[in-house]
């Protein structure tokens, strides 16, 4: 095994919690992915019920996994805030107690977006000097991968919150896509700076005097384009976005294979171009181009789609350990010192809005 | 000329007004549209520079178009509130003034849209009773046509401006997309009625309790799967969804052009599959599906794209008279006062949340 490796970089061992019973596909698919991704330098520790866990490991080789056990699941009709307070023997919050505890790094989760949210807040606890965690996500650009956030984290922001999420955008995409100065947008409904809500004009002052490589208002026919590297906007509009850009995907390969069966020259051109617009539909799809991150938090909590497949969760995992061991969270922490000051001297020469 | 329509109803005689000076292809394509609009039953007021216009005009039979003289345009990066209260012969002000005076019934611009706004606002003026009039658009559902508004009026919102949008969305699915009792849903980001932001939470309770067709939240998501009539949400929201679905369509279609020339079977795919492709292009193109409308103003105020081409143009000229024709203003006026008793009421049991 040391000579397979020999011309490989030695990787640092991480250890990843994963929320065994979080989502739609929970736990078939979820501990399917994890046999999957987990190897000798990615342990993951699967939170579940150890009954309904252990089956699916019988005849496997289940050395780099390990059962911690919870004993019940936080559904995703309960209430975020009081489920986690409620149920702390969950699974969501015995796996965000490994990373409090130092047992784990990161915790990965399909379940509830609320309650991990909650239980990451709660238990986890926040990165000192930030005030709001975001949902970090990449988009598919057409030039190449963009950050964007914060994705439905913070539904009420106020304009410092904004400025906070170009921070936190800017370590993302440093360490993960590794921009050397990552050029930062404002989703705005014009590109002029006195365009907008009251929050964006407030949060494009303090953006343009942060020391931040600022470049002003983004709108949405521009998302995707690619002029910036990380795109800021609060957490309801960022989850409008984001969940938008899935459903105009769909709508769009619905329409398209509609078109294909209108004709006999269209059905042989849709069965000839079928491969190349599957890798196109390949290219839009989250699982496949990087994960969703809860950034801000003493940890790398990453959150899964509701109906992730054994695929979404080895790669999410498999993404986590990489981010961590470039030291996404040590960056994160880094950039926060080095542009605080400017930033918050900003912030504090402005009234803040809302 | 009376035999060719025998067999069609008389249609009542419409006369508009055309910003022609507004636009990234004005005064050419605008005139070129209004020249191919124009008939006996549409009359179109050219608003213009004379100079400008007559020219174009040259050879033409000009029988049912008539130039209104304004001297000066508003570009797109003044700041429009002061630039329609000093250029007051600006061909949008000008335009509005025949509306308000009696002179057209609507007013058709691909100008800046915040003086069309503020244009329509001063001077045509607000529908007695509505506080905030808003930009109404229709999206190519996956079932058909949706009314979605605000897109882009009203950037900051109170939750009793989003009940009104219901009620103006509901009077627009009426009597343009002929629904009968149009379905509404609010734009957020989960599915339960204590999900999102403070002024979504807040909009959801006034319009549960409207007597409106509500049938709760709509995620991003499905937005197009048709699950509502009619979808509301802030200027903000709405402006950004708007532009983010033109941004994913053309981003998609430029992932599948390049996709086309991957491969020798994939372009051979690709150019059977095109004719069929070009009509899902165009299914989802604004000026092909409808219009964007200014609604809750003494007038049909019908804000076209920058980029209009004549066929834009023409388009939003002849849906603009049909709107009129169907009685849409005087069908917003009866649905608000039908409805604004039951919904103020409602509103005024609750708190308004900022």
């Not at 698919?29 to 150890?50: F, K, Q, Y």
């Not at 309650?115 to 190449?144: D, M, Y």
């Not at 100065?181 to 494009?204: D, F, Q, T, Y």
């Not at 976005?241 to 269209?266: D, M, N, P």
């Amino acid at each position: 095994m040391d000579d397979e490796r020999g011309n490989q970089q030695a990787r640092r061992v991480v250890t990843l919690a994963l929320d065994a019973e979080g989502g739609d596909n929970a736990p078939g698919e979820i501990v399917a992915g994890a046999l999957e991704a987990a190897s000798t330098d990615l342990r993951v520790l699967l939170v579940g019920r150890p009954e309904v866990i252990e089956p699916l490991l019988e005849r496997t080789n289940g050395s780099n996994v390990e059962i911690v056990a919870s004993r019940s699941v936080i559904g995703c009709d309960m209430e975020p805030a009081s489920a986690v307070r409620n149920l702390q023997d969950s699974s969501i919050v015995v796996g965000c107690r490994t990373v409090a505890e130092g047992r784990s790094e990161g915790f990965v989760s399909a379940g509830s977006t609320g309650a991990v949210l909650a239980g990451a807040l709660l238990f986890v606890k926040r990165v000192s000097g930030i005030k709001r965690p975001a949902i970090v996500t990449t988009l598919p650009g057409n030039e190449g991968p963009l950050v964007f956030l914060d994705a439905g984290a913070n539904a009420d922001c106020r304009p410092d919150n904004l400025l906070e999420f170009g921070i936190l955008g800017t370590a993302f995409a440093k360490i993960v896509l590794g921009v050397d100065r990552p050029r930062v947008g404002l989703l705005n409904i014009g590109e002029e700076c006195e365009k907008g809500s009251e929050l964006a004009r407030a949060a494009h002052g303090l953006l343009r005097e942060s020391g931040l490589e600022f470049i002003g208002n983004v709108e949405g026919r521009d998302l995707l384009r690619g002029i910036a590297d990380v795109v800021v906007t609060d957490g309801f509009t960022g989850n409008v976005a984001l969940k938008l850009l899935e459903g105009c995907a769909s709508s769009l390969f619905l329409r398209i294979r509609q078109a294909a069966s209108s004709s006999v020259s269209a059905k042989i051109g849709g069965s000839l171009i079928r491969p190349a617009l599957r890798r196109v539909r390949a290219g839009l799809d989250p699982e496949e181009y990087g994960g969703t991150y809860l950034l801000g938090v003493r940890g790398l909590v990453v959150i899964c789609h509701g109906n992730s497949s054994s695929r979404a969760i080895a790669n999410a995992l498999r993404f986590g350990a990489e981010a961590l061991r470039k030291g996404v969270l040590s960056h994160v922490e880094e950039e926060f010192t080095r542009l605080a000051g400017s930033a918050g001297a900003a912030a504090s020469r402005r009234p803040l809005v809302q």
